[in-house]
């Protein structure tokens, strides 16, 4: 990390850094394959938590599923992800941090403009991607009290959902390709609306094909109030440069599996990982304290996840009503 910024900045530059290692943050990892198990030890657990926390999720889905379990509970759990107003999000981060909600169940857009120094603890409902993820995310709690906990669930899911977003973080040569066509014979700007018309590509496709278009430099395209057009600049896919990210995330995503697998210092594996090579055993661990928090809970209330799982998976009546008017389709699928 800090050899990336020195190449990015210059040989020049003095790094000065502090130690990684947080002295009140409690780190352990446990396996529970099925979100159902995860979700009753949750409930189980959440309660006896120090303060108010957070609960990271991978996807919004779970977000607002993970959510709803722990209300269904009596636990004070709100979903926040990118899918919400701004308005919405901030009273949530407010009710937070005033201690007025028990626990967020966030996925990443909860960033690094988020500080609460008393945050008791961080719970992640399946792996990150990466340890840097992984570092930013934990170590939000635990800054200004005298114990936290950073729990790192990992579930059968898990591998699935990060090497479904490393397969789909930069759109395709032929979606690049078939739409810089387009707007190559266009009069004009073109909408978002008329492109998702006039060249097939889903609404969510065209706007990641546009947003990784607009980043690049010479950007091949330009934004006006009327839509989008050509700039006339030479460019290319940078298929080899892609090639290079996604080995890079490969690889971050193989050392997060070595961090919940190492029987070390799970705080010195994260310093390290980091470029804290001075980092030492911190003693507070799971895996230096021998074992900190259960990994059971009740067989009943994994019943009881279960059985709201199924039910989360089912269309509403009216839904299905609605498919069974034609025939057993979902509308607009």
């Not at 949750?42 to 303060?51: E, Y």
């Not at 114990?147 to 699935?160: F, K, P, R, T």
Request: charged share 25%; with cysteine.
């Amino acid at each position: 990390m800090v050899r990336d910024i020195t190449s990015q900045l210059g040989p020049k530059l003095q790094v000065r850094r502090g130690p990684l290692t947080r002295a009140t943050l409690r780190l352990q990892n446990m396996y529970l394959p099925t979100q159902a198990e995860r979700m009753a030890w949750l409930a189980h657990h959440l309660p006896q938590l120090p303060g108010a926390g957070i609960v990271y999720t991978l996807t919004v889905k779970d977000a607002d599923r993970v959510a709803r379990w722990l209300r269904s509970r009596r636990i004070d759990a709100e979903a926040y992800h990118a899918k919400m107003e701004t308005e919405v999000r901030e009273t949530l981060e407010r009710r937070l941090l005033e201690n007025d909600l028990k626990v967020l169940v966030a996925t990443v857009a909860l960033g690094m403009g988020f500080d609460k120094p008393d945050l008791g603890f961080v719970v992640h409902f399946q792996r990150p991607a990466s340890v840097v993820h992984y570092y930013q995310q934990v170590g939000r709690a635990g800054r200004a009290v005298e114990e936290a906990y950073g729990i790192l669930m990992n579930g059968e899911e898990d591998d699935d959902i990060v090497e479904y977003f490393m397969r789909t973080a930069f759109p395709s040569g032929d979606d690049v390709a078939r739409l810089l066509s387009f707007l190559e014979s266009a009069a004009g700007p073109v909408s978002v609306s008329k492109l998702q018309q006039e060249i097939n590509l889903s609404r969510g496709a065209i706007d990641k094909t546009l947003k990784f278009l607009s980043l690049e430099t010479p950007s091949p395209i330009q934004k006006f109030p009327s839509g989008y057009a050509l700039n006339p600049v030479l460019w290319k896919m940078p298929f080899e440069r892609i090639e290079a990210i996604t080995d890079l995330r490969v690889a971050e995503h193989a050392r997060m599996r070595e961090y919940m697998a190492t029987g070390d210092c799970l705080m010195q594996f994260l310093a390290a990982e980091l470029d804290d090579r001075h980092a030492v055993p911190c003693g507070i661990c799971a895996n230096c304290a021998g074992g900190l928090l259960p990994e059971d809970y009740p067989g009943d209330l994994a019943q009881l996840a279960v059985e709201f799982l199924d039910r989360a998976e089912k269309p509403a009546p009216h839904a299905q009503k609605m498919a069974a008017g034609h025939g057993g389709r979902q509308p607009g699928r």
